[in-house]
């Protein structure tokens, strides 16, 4: 199905103050899928014809500091943020290489208190192994921007007043430790926020913060973004892009 670039800019805005919220997709694991009770995964093969999609429309997936900045100078058309969550040790493996292929880049958000561990929270499913820190030092040099997921994926909306400070100063500080360099993005685990949630995540220092459908409360520090999964081929693709501008919420400073 050919479509004008222009009519699916992906919502990627114009820079101006106020507009609609900027088109993030949430990926998390890319790998075998054969066991996938909460469909976190996509395949390899998958990634790759949805990457080759945004090309063939004009559109290119870039981290979400990148998609901010371009939107703030007013250049942020055709650019479509690509995040995954749990930094996954086949984000490596098979993510990395297909991403560099499209000429893509990706915010990939990480649990720095899960260091080479697994998915233990989820209690279905198969255990998934998490990237240790020398994978996360290998996509940082590979440009992927690294944020923060919280040190061990915690509810915040449920979290007492020590751990929610733990989960957002201290992951923060871990992560600029390891990698070196500035973090300024986090991803509320489960995708659940409220208030008290997004004034943590400001007062630990986060430019932004990505959320799923935060409602009223979405701006800089609760964006919205868009699953994309392994039934999204090109109609979906195209009819998520479109829906886009009905669906969020317009927000200040992005």
């Not at 561990?117 to 998934?128: F, T």
């Not at 449920?158 to 201290?170: I, Q, S």
């Not at 935060?214 to 973004?225: K, Q, S, V």
Request: hydrophobic residues 35%; aromatic residues 6%.
């Amino acid at each position: 199905m050919a479509v004008p670039a222009s009519s699916v800019d992906a919502s990627s805005g114009t820079g101006t103050r106020t507009g609609p919220a900027p088109w993030v997709a949430m990926y998390h694991s890319v790998g075998d899928r054969s066991d996938d009770p909460y469909r976190i995964t996509v395949t390899p093969d998958r990634l790759d014809a949805q990457l080759a999609w945004l090309r063939r429309h004009g559109l290119r997936g870039v981290s979400v500091a990148t998609l901010l900045t371009a939107r703030a100078r007013g250049e942020g058309r055709g650019l479509v943020g690509l995040t995954f969550d749990d930094g996954y040790a086949d984000f490596v493996e098979h993510a990395l290489p297909r991403l560099r292929h499209w000429g893509c880049g990706a915010t990939l958000f990480v649990l720095p208190g899960r260091l080479g561990g697994d998915n233990a929270w989820d209690p279905l499913g198969p255990r998934k192994p998490l990237l240790t820190a020398e994978g996360i030092l290998h996509a940082a040099t590979e440009g992927i921007e690294i944020g923060s997921h919280g040190l061990t994926h915690v509810d915040l909306t449920r979290a007492d007043d020590l751990t929610l400070k733990a989960e957002t100063v201290e992951s923060r500080v871990a992560l600029q430790e390891l990698t070196g360099a500035p973090v300024g993005g986090f991803c509320y685990p489960y995708g659940t926020v409220d208030p008290r949630a997004v004034q943590a995540v400001r007062d630990a220092g986060y430019t932004y913060a990505c959320a799923i459908d935060p409602g009223p409360l979405t701006g800089p520090h609760a964006l919205p973004r868009v699953h994309v999964g392994q039934r999204d081929g090109a109609v979906r693709l195209l009819l998520k892009t479109r829906l886009h501008r009905l669906r969020r919420r317009p927000v200040e400073g992005v």
